[in-house]
DNA sequence: CTCTTTTTTGAAAGCACTTTCATAAAAATA
DNA sequence: TATTTTTATGAAAGTGCTTTCAAAAAAGAG
């Protein structure tokens, strides 16, 4: 027989082909020991011909389990996205699971549908990633019925994997302080949720601890767009040319910096030191290498999903918890020493 | 009763609450002509009440149809592909299907083991976007089961979407040369496939047709990296100063070639022109504008989306077809014309 | 107020598997 | 060789739904 796809081919088929019941070709894909390997052999021979491929709808249908869980992110095409879902799915592969993914695209409709279609999915669990509030209220009611992981976002309600945001600031200031600057410009986006605030403080604690007063205009806020970072350098660089050293809240708005920078016919980092964080593939490519906050995104993929898997398989109900993975500061050669 | 995730709630609880059969609780979820309005409401208010979610899981067991398609991508983080996507949903989705979406990563064992996912899934479907021969290798010998639509790589075996690369190439270079260029590099990725070559035959071709001679040096090729553009036009500006234009196969190589053209301190585009291809989001938010070749990518979404609904639904299995969507070249304020 | 016709409802079979429990076959022991 | 123990196999029930077909209820016709 030729091989095809293995649609409609059913295990009764299989079992008839093979002479033997369905118990026994469904043990067989089931690695199940209570075959005998000679059975084993002449009914995986028959499977290989046939091309027959099981049903997991059906699988699914019996075992209560959908062996998948639901993958929330805001933005797929955010960088370091792919790290962590490389991460999730190492974990959740070697275990059986699969992974339903789904991009809202900051759009709280086709949130709530993809939430609704989880449901109707039986999924196993969720993680969300860089939710923003409205995706855990949503999630909330369903709460105490299926296992939830966030990353990335404080949330007491459920299981958070994040990292230390705001000891990662504090160390890339405090870096730029003890290189001697003094004029450290902060580049955010104008929004509101733990990642930025706990970044805010970092860099507000790193001046206090140093005995430096902070400038409130050198906090430049823009509301997020793709190049954001471009802007905001821009403008700090027309209002306040004397600052020495920029910390933007992620590499992208650093690169952005970087254009505007350049762009004004200036230096990276004779005139001008740049922090980033994140540590995206980009920041080690671009020239100079952008000195930034290493985030562990794949280490946060598999925390995530490990943590997870164990409230799915534990069933595990007890109060959620929060991990907290530490960043490194990566130095390269976008900052400088400033000798005054 | 509470609200809850409806995960365990059947529909013989809602049957025996409602006082109904289960056919007529089915018969309410699913909208069926064939209730009364008096049950109908007072099924849909114990549904509600116990937060009941149809399993879709027994729903595709017994219809035979997962009401799924898979989506294989080479690379999530593309920036046009959350364009694709979306317009690949909103034809999907208003026909109840959903989109299991799949990364390969470039990697083939990925590859090869989602889309036996996809297959233990039942997809009714399956859209590769980009991808490579291995895929559709993997893909064929299961093309006459499974509808399969390919978006941007020309395949004879299954349907495809593509643009005209050719005449977008044509288009963009023409320009330049209409604009008094005459040294127009060839930015472009050191890989074999049809987009490549077909954009490559429109850059020869409109310097053939205006009589102007190919300096093959002016052709810069790099393996795929995300900063590839900023190495070759880096290479290009120390190798041949005397180039007046450059044309990237992609605005994610003609912004690494901002970079290294104003890292030169060179102005754009008064030193040099750049012209770009895809027309992502970034092209026209980065300064200057970049002027690009713009691809129909939500268009490309919604045809391949729709093309591949008309297989599965008139289980239609003819010659595999080919359609070509159009590109336009949007001029911004990347390219000068230049006056001899 | 019957008898048809139409509308609404429910019983039951089926979808492709897993798993339990009973039984048959094989192996080990007496 | 007979008996017990172990191992391998199959029959059947169950998973949550859809859908067909028959029956009951409602509506319409006479």
């Known amino acids: 027989m030729a091989q095809n796809s293995g649609q409609g081919i059913t295990i009764y088929d299989v079992a008839k082909k093979a002479n033997v019941s369905i118990s026994t070709v469904s043990r067989v894909f089931n690695n199940s020991p209570l075959v005998s390997s000679k059975t084993r052999k002449k009914v995986q021979k028959v499977i290989d011909e046939m091309g027959f491929v099981p049903s997991s709808i059906a699988r699914s249908l019996v075992s209560a389990s ?6 929330i992110v805001s933005d797929i095409t955010n960088p370091f996205f792919a790290d962590t879902i490389d991460g ?9 699971f699969s992974v339903f993914l789904c991009d809202t695209r900051y759009n709280r409709e086709r ?4 939430i609704n ?15 923003d509030i409205s995706g855990i209220e949503l999630l909330t009611g369903i709460k105490n019925e299926l296992p939830i992981v966030s990353i990335q976002s404080a949330f007491k309600e459920v299981d958070c994997v994040n990292t230390t945001d705001e ?11 003890k290189s001697g600057h003094r004029k450290i410009a902060f580049l955010v986006y104008d929004y509101d949720n733990s990642t930025i605030t706990n970044r805010m403080k970092g ?24 190049n954001a970072g471009y802007y905001m350098a821009k403008e700090l660089l027309e209002s306040h040319p004397e600052v020495t050293a920029i910390f933007a809240y992620n590499d992208m708005i650093a ?6 920078i350049y762009q004004k016919g200036l230096k990276i980092p004779d005139d001008i030191s740049v922090v980033g964080y994140d540590d995206i593939e980009m920041a080690s490519i671009i020239s100079p290498g952008i000195t930034t906050v290493s985030q562990p995104f794949y280490e946060m993929g598999r925390t995530a999903a490990e943590l997870l898997l164990k409230r799915i398989k534990e069933e595990d109900r007890s109060i959620p918890q929060t991990i907290l993975l530490p960043t490194r500061l990566t130095v390269r050669g976008s900052t ?3 000798t005054p």
């Open 117 to 131: 279609q989880m449901l109707e999915k039986r999924v196993d669990g969720i993680i969300i990633f860089s939710a």
């Open 66 to 71: 959908s062996k998948t869980i639901g993958l």
């Open 111 to 114: 949130e709530a549908n993809y």
């Open 167 to 177: 000891e990662g600031a504090y160390e890339a200031v405090d870096f730029l302080i």
């Open 336 to 338: 400088r020493t400033l």
């Open 255 to 260: 690169i952005g910096a970087y254009m505007a």
């Open 203 to 226: 860099y507000l604690r790193a001046h206090d601890d140093e005995g430096i007063p902070v400038n409130d205009d050198y906090i430049i806020k823009m509301k997020f767009n793709p």
């Open 88 to 96: 999730i799915e190492s974990v959740l592969h070697s275990e059986g």
